[in-house]
C-alpha cells in the first residue's frame, strides 16, 4: 500500500487495547492552522456519543484534532457516553494544545459498551510523539473492525500548475446501508478551499459513492465521512464553482467511489460484487426506490451468493418496491447483457445456463429498465453468505 502524504496533515497511530490486542486502534489526526474541515453525519435516531459532541464541536469551532477508536462504537451509553467523549476531548487539548471544541471524537466497533477513558488517555503521549505526514497506511488499518483489509486511496488533480493531492481512508464491512455518508471515512486534499465549497464537494461526492452502497441494509449509530483541506500547497482557496472545482470535485469523486466500491468487496463474508443499475424511471427517488429494494432483499442477496439464476426474487422485489402504476409489460431485466424479463414474464429467449455463468462472476450487474422515464439510480450491493452469519453471531464472542 502507498503512503500519501496530503501536505499540512499529520497522523499517528497507537495501540490502546480497547478492544483487540497486538494492534492498532486508536488514530490522531493533527490539522494545520488554517484548515477547513467539513463532515457529515449519520441519521440514526440513536447516534453514538461521539456524533453528538463532533457534531457540536464542527459548530463552535475550527478543528484542530480528530481522535478516533476502534472496538468501541460508544454508542447506546447515554449521558456517561457523552462524558466520556467530552472527556478525551479535553484530555488530548490539553496534551495537544487548544480547547476542547477544537477535538472531533469518533468511536467504531460494539454498540452498548463504556468507553475504555483510560486507555485512550494513556495513549495520547505516544500519539503526539509519532505524528507525521506518512502514516496514512497505518491509519487505514487502525480504523479497521471486522474489516479483512485497510482501505486507502489517493487521487492527484492539477491546480493552477501545480499537482494536488486528495487521499482517503476508510473503514465498513458490516452494518452498511448509509443515510448520510458511510461508516468512517476520513479524506483530506491539500488544496484550500473555501468552507461552504467543501461543503458542497463533500456532499457532491458521497451522494453516488457511499450514499448509494448497501451490504446488510443497517444503518449504523456511528457514521460518520470527514473531509480536510489543508492549504499545504500553497495556491489562493478555491471559493467558488469553476475549474478548479471541477478538478477537486472530480478527485473527490473518484477517491469516495473507490473506497465505498472496496467496502462493498470487503463485506463480511461476502463473494460477489453486484451493481444494481435502474434505467428508464420517471424520477431518480424511483430509480433509487427500486434499486434499494433489490440491493437490500436477503432473498435477492442469497440466491447472489449461491449463484442460483432464481430471477424471480429480483422480479418480486421490482414489484414490491412501491412504484406507483407499474406497467409490468414494460419492464425488462438482465443479468450483465442477458435479457432475463420481459413483457411481464421470463424472456423467450433466456436460458438458465445463461443467468448462471453470469452470477458464477465475482463481478456482475443486475440491470433493470422500467420503461416510464429516462432517470437512472446504481447501488452496489453484494451476496450474503454462510459466513455474514457467522461473523455477526459470533462478533461480541
Not at 29 to 47: D, Q, S, Y
Not at 182 to 191: C, G, I, R, S, Y
Not at 348 to 358: F, K, N
Amino acid at each position: 500500500m502507498t503512503a500519501p502524504r496530503v501536505a499540512g496533515l499529520r497522523l499517528a497511530t497507537a495501540a490502546a487495547g480497547i478492544r483487540y490486542r497486538d494492534r492498532d486502534d486508536l488514530l490522531l489526526m493533527a490539522l494545520p492552522v488554517g484548515a477547513t474541515t467539513a463532515a457529515v453525519f449519520t441519521r440514526n435516531a440513536f447516534c453514538a456519543a461521539p456524533v453528538l459532541v463532533a457534531r457540536a464541536h464542527l459548530q463552535a469551532i475550527a478543528p484542530r484534532w480528530l481522535l478516533v477508536n476502534s472496538g468501541n462504537a460508544n454508542a447506546g451509553t447515554g449521558a456517561r457516553g457523552r462524558a466520556d467523549a467530552e472527556g478525551i476531548c479535553a484530555a488530548l487539548a490539553a496534551a495537544g494544545g487548544g480547547p476542547p471544541e477544537s477535538v472531533l471524537p469518533f468511536s467504531t466497533g460494539v454498540i452498548g459498551e463504556y468507553l475504555p477513558v483510560e486507555r485512550v488517555t494513556a495513549a495520547l503521549p505516544g500519539l503526539l510523539a509519532g505524528l507525521a505526514e506518512d502514516h496514512w497506511a497505518a491509519a487505514a488499518r487502525a480504523i479497521m473492525t471486522t474489516d479483512t483489509v485497510p482501505k486507502l486511496v489517493t487521487q492527484t488533480f492539477m491546480l493552477d500548475g501545480q499537482t494536488a493531492t486528495v487521499a482517503g481512508i476508510a473503514k465498513g464491512a458490516g452494518m452498511i446501508r448509509p443515510d448520510m455518508a458511510t461508516m468512517l471515512a476520513f479524506l483530506a486534499t491539500d488544496a484550500a478551499v473555501a468552507p461552504d465549497l467543501l461543503d458542497a464537494c463533500l456532499r457532491g461526492a458521497v451522494a453516488d459513492s457511499f450514499n448509494a452502497i448497501s451490504i446488510d441494509g443497517d444503518t449504523s449509530t456511528n457514521d460518520a465521512c470527514v473531509l480536510i483541506a489543508t492549504g499545504g500547497l500553497g495556491q489562493p482557496p478555491i471559493t467558488a464553482p469553476g475549474p478548479a472545482a471541477t478538478a477537486l470535485q472530480a478527485a473527490l469523486d473518484a477517491v469516495c467511489s473507490a473506497l465505498a466500491t472496496a467496502i462493498v468487496r470487503d463485506g463480511e463474508g461476502a463473494t460477489k460484487l453486484v451493481a444494481i443499475e435502474i434505467e428508464e424511471a420517471r424520477a431518480g427517488e424511483e430509480a433509487r426506490q427500486v434499486a434499494d429494494a433489490i440491493a437490500h432483499s436477503p432473498l435477492v442477496k442469497t440466491a447472489l451468493f449461491a449463484a442460483d439464476p432464481n430471477w424471480g426474487r429480483i422480479l418480486a422485489a421490482v414489484g414490491r418496491a412501491g412504484v406507483a402504476g407499474l406497467d409490468i409489460d414494460g419492464v425488462r431485466i438482465w443479468l450483465d447483457d442477458c435479457l432475463i424479463v420481459s413483457g411481464g414474464g421470463r424472456n423467450p429467449g433466456y436460458t438458465e445456463a445463461q443467468g448462471q455463468a453470469v452470477m458464477a462472476q465475482d463481478t456482475f450487474r443486475i440491470r433493470v429498465a422500467l420503461g416510464r422515464g429516462t432517470a437512472t439510480a446504481r447501488v452496489l450491493t453484494c451476496d450474503l453468505s454462510y459466513d455474514y452469519v457467522r461473523i455477526n453471531a459470533e462478533y461480541r464472542t
